[in-house]
């Protein structure tokens, strides 16, 4: 795949993905690295509410991920 073309498959690749971690977050709740990947997902879907969700679920245990303080706010800027 050279990259020139959009990847037809790509959202059924996110959708397997959001799957798997859903999947994964319920039988491990505590895992906030799979909440944060799930909210980037959402936001990537505009999905900007479940996104936030599962952001603030993973900022309960984590206070050291720019990626999630990038992921917070940029749901938050969408909102309003």
Do not use: C, T, W
Not at 23 to 29: G, R
Not at 42 to 47: A, G, I
């Amino acid at each position: 795949y050279v990259g020139l073309l959009p990847d037809i498959f790509a959202s059924f690749k996110r959708n397997k993905s959001i799957k798997s971690l859903l999947y994964e977050l319920h039988i491990n709740p505590a895992n906030s690295y799979n909440a944060i990947e799930l909210g980037v997902f959402y936001y990537e879907k505009r999905q900007y509410k479940k996104a936030l969700g599962f952001l603030n679920k993973a900022y309960e245990r984590v206070k050291d991920s720019e990626r999630l303080y990038l992921y917070m706010g940029l749901a938050y800027g969408e909102l309003e």
